[in-house]
């Protein structure tokens, strides 16, 4: 093919995982790119804190550079997998100032100052492409913006970190421990540089509100999501789990919802954004993600249900997204056209977590004498929870249990509001004849 367009510069921030994939592909496939963008994808350089260090993919040693702000000034697309707040944010922030496109995998940064770069962006007529940012490999942040911008999206449950799923599966299927599936996960390159940010649930935060921003078409923030990650997951947890037929996921879970207003309260509409571990049924498609895939479930309202599955972390998975980007921008560098830029418009709030409904499984240690369903079962009916299902259960193996305690109960509830639930699970507590709390999870999906 003939190429009469000038080649475009390509400037590269960061070598890690990601990067030294990218830096890969764009060299090893240059004539595949440049036949499909029309134009070279010319690497002019790569920003590293050492330019003599030892790298999975090594280029020629002139193209590394510590010297970030000169390689900025010299591209037309600027990729930056550095991770975190600073320097990526001042990086792009010049790329953009100087109307350069920008594609990054940086949730933490998009998730808490995104509204402010798409604006940028926007201003400068440029692009910012973040498809990378979210669950990897896998296309969903373009089918939310393009495919299912005619359709309202009403919810988003997502598998978006590898590494817990890593986890979790690794201790649901063969009995792993916490910390020996997460050395795992490190090692394969799903964990994050601190994978406090995998188990605490931060990253698959960042993820829930950069989903709800293109879903829901307004300017979600990290701190609008309320997370609670895998680390107080007990071995109790998961046979309790196991045994009434479920399997725990993290999930990102993100709603749009109708508070149910009444005593003067006017219903408000809003979203609840949430990051938790979740009991799903065995057979929910959710329930078969296993490793360290990812997959998104969304529903809308003409569309019904879809799903959005494969790899979610991992260096040339990522790398195929980002590279998706840079084509994407390339192509409309060369043949002009309308910039693909993100500016949420919509007005919703953010709903507290109480407002969300979900139901619970519950399982309590109690002293096995007269009148102790009647008493735990009130608790639930005085806050308007229903009970699905109730079993009296064995003690987990392991558990050393109370001495006045002999038996366990195992609750599944209708779903009720999630502070119905919270307060009917503090009353629980404080009852004389409950010796212990078992396990508290969310169900969805049933
Ligand atoms: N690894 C994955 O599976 C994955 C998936 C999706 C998104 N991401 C995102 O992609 C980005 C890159 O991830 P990664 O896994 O390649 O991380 P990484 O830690 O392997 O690579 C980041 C590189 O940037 C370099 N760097 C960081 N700060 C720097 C600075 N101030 N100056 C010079 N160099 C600096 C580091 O030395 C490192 O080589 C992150 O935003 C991450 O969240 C990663
Ligand atoms: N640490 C992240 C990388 C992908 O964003 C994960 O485990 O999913
Ligand atoms: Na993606």
């Not at 449950?157 to 599936?181: H, K, P, S, V």
Request: glycine share 10%; net charge negative.
């Amino acid at each position: 093919m003939t190429t009469t367009h000038e080649p475009l510069k390509i400037a590269l921030l960061g070598a890690g995982n990601v990067g030294s994939q990218v830096a890969r592909i764009l060299t090893e496939d240059a004539e595949m790119l440049q036949a499909r963008v029309g134009a070279r994808l010319e690497l002019v350089g790569v920003f590293v804190r050492r330019t003599d260090a030892e790298r999975e993919y090594q280029l020629p040693g002139e193209l590394y550079t510590t010297d970030a702000e000169a390689l900025v000034d010299q591209a037309d697309i600027v990729i930056e997998l550095l991770g975190g707040i600073e320097p990526a944010k001042s990086l792009i922030q010049r790329a953009i100032s100087r109307g350069a496109a920008v594609v990054t995998g940086n949730k933490a940064l998009l998730a808490q100052h995104g509204s402010e770069l798409y604006r940028a962006a926007a201003e400068a007529g440029t692009q910012l492409s973040f498809e990378a940012s979210v669950a990897g490999a896998i296309p969903i942040l373009r089918p939310l913006r393009d495919s299912l911008s005619g359709d309202r999206v009403t919810r988003i449950m997502g598998i978006a970190n590898g590494t817990t799923n890593y986890i979790l599966d690794q201790m649901d299927t063969t009995g792993a421990t916490f910390d020996d599936a997460l050395a795992e996960a490190q090692r394969l390159g799903y964990a994050e540089a601190d994978p406090t940010a995998d188990v605490e649930g931060h990253d698959a935060a960042a993820k829930a509100a950069i989903l709800a921003n293109l879903a829901f078409h307004a300017p979600f923030t990290l701190d609008q999501v309320h997370c609670e990650g895998i680390t107080a997951i007990t071995a109790a947890d998961n046979e309790a789990a196991a045994e009434a037929g479920y399997v725990i996921k993290l999930l990102a879970i993100a709603e749009r919802i109708t508070t149910p207003g009444g005593d003067g309260a006017d219903s408000t509409e809003g979203a609840v954004l949430r990051v938790h571990p979740t009991l799903l049924p065995r057979q929910h498609p959710l329930a078969a993600v296993h490793g360290a895939f990812n997959a998104v479930f969304v529903e809308a309202e003409n569309a019904g249900e879809l799903m959005f599955y494969g790899p979610g972390a991992g260096g040339a998975p990522t790398a195929s997204a980002v590279m998706g980007d840079t084509v994407s921008i390339a192509r409309r560098l060369v043949r002009g056209g309308p910039g693909r830029t993100h500016t949420p418009q919509a007005t919703l709030p953010a709903l507290p977590v109480g407002d969300a409904t979900t139901s619970y499984l519950v399982v309590l240690e109690v002293k096995d004498q007269a009148g102790v369903l009647a008493q735990t079962a009130g608790v639930f009916a005085q806050h308007g929870v229903s009970i699905e299902a109730m079993r009296q259960v064995p003690l987990p193996e392991g558990h050393s249990g109370h001495a006045e305690a002999e038996s366990s109960l195992r609750f599944i509830t209708h779903r009720a509001l999630e502070r119905d639930l919270e307060q009917t699970v503090a009353e629980l507590t404080a009852l004389d004849v409950v010796t212990d709390v078992i396990s508290v999870l969310r169900v969805e999906g049933n």
